[in-house]
């Protein structure tokens, strides 16, 4: 699973560790970004909604990533979809 960090985080541990070490290594930065905590972040799924006839209802949006499904209206669709969250900027 991927890790992030904070930018922030690794250029000031980065400058504190340099100011007490000097000129670091690889291994120094290796145990520098070692030291940092994951940033609490969630990877961006792009998705987009496929229209689909269903008969009874007009139309019916389907999230292509997770297959949730509503009826849409003339007021436009979520940007996200409700139940996986997808950004539903695809143009694909
Ligand atoms: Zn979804």
Redesign the pocket.
Known sequence: MDEYIRKQDAVDMFNRAVQDVGILDADDIETVFGMLSSADVVPVVH?KWMKEDRGHVEYCAV?D??G?DWMWSDRGYFKF?P??G?KMDRKE
Do not use: T, V
Request: charged share 0%; hydrophobic share 20%.
């Open positions: 998705g999230c990533q997770c949730f979809c139940y996986c997808a």
